[in-house]
């Protein structure tokens, strides 16, 4: 069975970067739109960047300007390109795959902690 695999989380001072990474284990088709959501401390998840298969985007306005979302070249992998970040960014994040008509696929999450 297919899976989502997320890495580089971790911690990280105020005002540092990271990197998340998002890819498929197993060969699968395409996925359509790709997207990171985050879950607080406390708060419900949250679209955080989502990207279409024609690269256009669209971002929470808690993190525009600061956080990027891209494809790979590899198939089915996405990237979330953190700067600036803040405590409050501190979070468990997701990546999920549009794999429509089958469905949506989420990953197990990984947490970004940021100190102040």
């Known amino acids: 069975q297919v899976q989502l695999v997320e890495s580089g989380g971790g911690s990280v001072q105020a005002g540092g970067s990271r990197r998340l990474s998002c890819m498929t284990s197993g060969s699968t088709f395409a996925a359509n739109t790709m997207a990171w959501y985050r879950q607080g401390p406390g708060s419900q998840r949250e679209l955080v960047a989502r990207?279409?298969?024609?690269?256009?985007?669209n971002y929470a306005d808690s993190v525009k300007g600061r956080f990027t979302i891209s494809r790979g070249n590899a198939k089915n992998t996405v990237y979330l390109q953190m700067n600036s970040l803040k405590p409050e960014d501190t979070a468990v994040y997701y990546c999920?795959?549009?794999?429509?008509?089958?469905?949506?696929?989420w990953g197990q999450g990984i947490q970004v902690t940021v100190s102040s």
């Open positions: 999920m795959y549009d794999f429509a008509p089958w469905g949506d696929k």
């Open positions: 990207i279409s298969t024609r690269g256009s985007t």
